[in-house]
């Protein structure tokens, strides 16, 4: 039954970033109305809530419920400090967000999200970050990082460039796709040659610096761009790259195609890896938990295998020789036994309508597990 299986199909979130001006937008105006053209519309987010005019219809926008200039104004806040604060005020109902986005999730192939002009906002935020993991929990999600190619002819910028793609990659650990963005204005052969060969782009620095090869590659600005050079190598063997003009719509099929090679290798390594982090973080809740009650039980003066008995002959007939009372230590008085109780009762999260003895009676039948 193909319908079943398209049904099940999940759609693929790309989030969208990049510098002011490289063309974020009109990006994914193109973008939207090349998936248009192929009858396949996408379900779009606006984050940006600074944006005036919006040159496609967002299906959420942030602008519907967080007013910016009002923002700036309550809190007395600048334009960045007003968008961030914007869009950690929208963090706080993202949870309705996904409920939506789960019933469209079905009926679509790209969820496409549009970030603020300031990179730094969505990537160094709090609310950025739980954004980027709340969707990369649900389906399979990449950043599409877009680069104004012009822009990006000089080696330091490049390089500039493609060490904050470096570092998004490494905050979010999502599969990336660098967008050259402008190629009607500027190929971007360049870059693509730069990125896999390392040679040419030394003799590219070496001609933008003005200086000989030597110069280039000597003292501490040639060790720093060496060792840059080197490890940029490596990070760009995890990278898919695609050029595109959001003026003529070329290179649009290209992009989608890497959206599905991501979507894959989002299934292969981020989801295991994600699985195997929530794993460890289970099981270190547990053991913090196994900590908290043992510690309870030694400052009560109750021990694991003493719990069960309901009295202390019962104990003392009983042939063990753990963890007990040390006869001779103090008894604790009951004021502090009360106030251990409370700091259990706080700290486990157990609600006052629970009597102490009761709540000694759970700590006990759990210890006893
Ligand atoms: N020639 C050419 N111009 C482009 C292309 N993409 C965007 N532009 C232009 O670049 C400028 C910036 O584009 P936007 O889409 O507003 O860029 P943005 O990244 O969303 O900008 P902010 O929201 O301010 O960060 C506009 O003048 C666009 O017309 C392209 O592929 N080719």
């Not at 219809?57 to 007003?82: F, H, S």
């Not at 500027?186 to 870059?191: K, N, P, T």
């Not at 940029?232 to 990278?239: A, G, K, T």
């Not at 599905?260 to 982090?277: G, H, I, M, T």
């Amino acid at each position: 039954m193909p319908e079943m299986s398209e049904k099940v199909k999940k759609p693929s979130s790309i989030i969208v970033v990049g510098m002011a001006g490289s063309g974020k937008t009109t990006f994914l105006q193109q973008l939207n109305a090349h998936l248009h053209s192929k009858e396949k519309p996408p379900y779009i987010v606006n984050l940006d809530p600074a944006v005036k005019n919006l040159p496609y219809e967002a299906n959420i926008d942030i602008r519907d419920t967080i007013n910016y200039k009002e923002v700036m104004k309550q809190y007395n806040l600048g334009p960045n400090g007003g968008i961030m604060t914007s869009l950690n005020l929208f963090v706080t109902k993202f949870d309705q967000v996904l409920n939506i986005l789960e019933k469209r999730a079905p009926t679509v192939d790209h969820i496409l999200v549009d970030t603020p002009g300031q990179i730094e906002i969505f990537q160094w935020s709090a609310s950025g970050s739980i954004i980027s993991d709340t969707l990369a929990s649900s389906w399979p999600t990449c950043i599409a990082y877009v680069i104004d190619t012009p822009r990006s002819t000089s080696t330091s910028t490049f390089m500039s460039s493609m060490l904050y793609a470096c570092s998004m990659l490494y905050k979010t650990k999502l599969p990336l796709i660098i967008v050259y963005n402008k190629c009607d204005v500027q190929d971007a052969e360049f870059a693509k040659r730069w990125m896999s060969d390392f040679e040419e782009f030394q003799q590219a620095i070496v001609q933008d610096e003005g200086t000989s090869a030597e110069g280039a590659t000597s003292g501490y600005m040639g060790s720093l761009v060496n060792s840059m050079s080197l490890m940029l190598e490596e990070f760009y063997r995890h990278l898919d790259f695609v050029s595109v003009s959001s003026v003529t719509g070329e290179g649009m099929d290209d992009f989608l195609k890497a959206v599905d090679s991501k979507a894959q290798e989002y299934e292969n390594d981020y989801l295991p890896e994600v699985e195997r982090l929530r794993e460890i973080q289970k099981q270190e809740k547990e053991k913090q938990k196994e900590v908290q009650l043992s510690k309870l039980m030694k400052d009560m003066h109750v021990s694991k295998e003493d719990a069960p008995a309901e009295t202390i002959s019962d104990a003392e007939e009983d042939e063990y020789d753990g963890e007990l009372i040390e006869p001779d230590e103090e008894e604790p008085s009951e004021e502090a036994a009360q106030d251990i109780l409370r700091q259990y009762r706080i700290s486990l999260g157990i609600p006052d309508d629970v009597s102490d003895e009761k709540l000694l009676g759970l700590l006990t039948e759990r210890m006893q597990k």
